[in-house]
């Protein structure tokens, strides 16, 4: 079936940098994204969401981009933390409520 | 406020043994669902229960995973005869209701490891 998945399986960034994780999806029907964060021993925690009728959508520190052309997603982490280091996952929404969630990206920020 | 409460933490249990995982949502969240996760992965859909609707379980995969859902409220996922491959954290979500507009809210998980 289709799927979600991730280019970059971990991402080393310095702190106070900003900070991009990318994500592909191949399911063009789906029409709900959305970025999780999961600490280590943690369940996943909602970062930010879009739909399919939005290009960008801007949070607290985070931006999520999406370019439905080319199926991609991106979630865009402003003067990186070091508590903001975790894995990230993209999601999708599709069959009405099933989440496909990708294999996820480790963000690691250096002091 | 309480949050999704998963019991155990974690739970080791020799191959062949059942298990059983608890899931305490959220009051008032008619929507529940289980996923698993395995290491390094990401989470793959399980079950899902919405209010009194018969369940979703086109995630499970295989006949020796069950699940309930009592009482609308608390959660427990089965697995008889447990295998070495049914290694994993069982996450367990529930939101308000159906659908898009309603955010999952995520447990800390049960850490499952069979020898």
């Known amino acids: 079936g289709e799927s979600v998945g991730l280019h970059l399986p971990t991402l080393s960034v310095q702190e106070g940098d900003n900070s991009i994780i990318n994500c592909a999806y191949s399911n063009s029907a789906s029409d709900y994204f959305i970025w999780y964060k999961q600490e280590s021993g943690k369940g996943p925690q909602f970062i930010i969401d879009?739909?399919?009728?939005?290009d960008k959508r801007q949070g607290q520190r985070v931006t999520v981009l999406l370019n439905k052309t080319v199926k991609h997603l991106s979630l865009q982490i402003a003067a990186t933390q070091p508590g903001d280091s975790a894995v990230y996952f993209c999601a999708e929404i599709e069959a009405g409520n099933m989440l496909t969630f990708g294999g996820g990206t480790r963000l690691m920020v250096k002091p | 406020g309480a949050g999704v409460s998963q019991s155990p933490s974690n739970k080791v249990t020799e191959k062949g043994k059942d298990v059983e995982l608890r899931c305490d949502p959220i009051?008032?969240?008619?929507?529940l669902y289980w996923y698993r996760q395995s290491l390094g992965q990401g989470l793959e859909f399980l079950i899902y229960?919405?209010?009194?609707?018969?369940?979703?379980k086109s995630g499970l995969p295989s006949d020796r995973f069950s699940a309930e859902r009592t009482g609308g409220s608390v959660s427990t996922l089965t697995i008889q005869r447990t295998q070495q491959e049914d290694s994993a954290v069982y996450l367990c979500?529930?939101?308000?209701?159906?659908?898009?507009?309603?955010?999952?809210?995520f447990g800390p998980g049960t850490r499952l490891t069979v020898t």
């Open positions: 229960f919405q209010g009194n609707s018969a369940p979703d």
């Open positions: 879009i739909r399919s009728n939005m």
């Open positions: 979500a529930s939101s308000l209701g159906p659908g898009q507009l309603y955010e999952q809210y």
């Open positions: 009051s008032g969240h008619t929507a």
